[in-house]
């Protein structure tokens, strides 16, 4: 079964065992990419049978699934987030897939859950990610929210995916502060500026929009409103952290 899993972590002392257990019977080899952990991750890792490569990521989260390809023996690649966990099905599934010779790519159903629960609707809503494929072809671009991609014709799994997103409203608003840092980063360095606060504001009603509506994230209750909120607070922030960027080299310029 050649398999190699690849794992991003960053202090997943309480989630690498489990990540690594929920992939043991289609893995090979398990590949981890630590961004400089000062918990027990490493530690847990290597006794669980991973490989362990120490490298900071430095908010770069495409650079660093990219190493990890470099690092992968196998022909198939399985991505996996450390908060991330294999249904049983989806595990029999992908064992059956990387006997044979990769030719295919696959995406598996996504289920997002805050602090235990999950939501099906808005911000968090299940998605399709590209997750298994063969290592030749495969390639990673975003610097956050990344994109992998493959060579390969993609088809969909029927197992699903589970993802164990946040576990209290703190953890929530701390990433999604360096989420819209870094997006704002991204933005800026591909070139494109903000400097109207007018313009700001709309992208954020409609996001709140977008995700309350369209996304259907009024079926979620009262936790469904307040991700669509915390949505917008980060549309908002995200644009405004663009202006400040840009303001900041208009100033530049008239000096």
């Given at each position: ?229 915390g949505y917008t607070r980060y549309t908002f922030n995200k644009y405004r952290k663009l ?13």
């Amino acid at each position: 079964m050649p398999c190699s899993v690849l794992i991003l972590t960053k202090n997943e002392e309480s989630n690498i065992c489990a990540c690594i257990e929920s992939c043991r019977l289609f893995a090979t080899e398990f590949i981890v990419i630590d961004d400089m952990s000062d918990d027990r991750t490493v530690e847990l890792a290597i006794a669980a049978g991973a490989h362990v490569f120490k490298k900071p990521m430095n908010g770069n989260f495409g650079a660093q699934q990219a190493f990890s390809i470099t690092k992968a023996n196998c022909n198939w690649i399985f991505f996996i987030d450390a908060d991330e966990r294999c249904t049983p099905e989806l595990t029999k599934e992908i064992q059956y897939l990387v006997q044979e010779k990769p030719t295919n790519a696959y995406v598996v159903r996504r289920i997002n859950h805050f602090k235990g629960q999950p939501l099906k609707h808005g911000p968090l809503s299940p998605d399709w990610v590209l997750r298994l494929m063969p290592r030749e072809g495969a390639s990673v671009a975003g610097l956050v929210h990344q994109t992998f991609n493959s060579t390969a014709q993609k088809k969909r799994l029927s197992g699903e995916m589970l993802h164990f997103t946040y576990n209290s409203w703190e953890q929530y608003e701390t990433k999604m502060q360096k989420y819209a840092t870094l997006a704002a980063q991204k933005y800026f360095n591909e070139g494109r500026r903000e400097t109207s606060v007018l313009v700001t504001l709309c992208r954020s009603g409609f996001a709140f929009l977008k995700m309350y509506l369209f996304k259907k994230g009024f079926l979620d209750g009262r936790l469904g409103f307040l991700f669509c909120l915390g949505y917008t607070r980060y549309t908002f922030n995200k644009y405004r952290k663009l202006q400040f960027l840009t303001e900041h080299q208009n100033e530049n310029l008239s000096n």
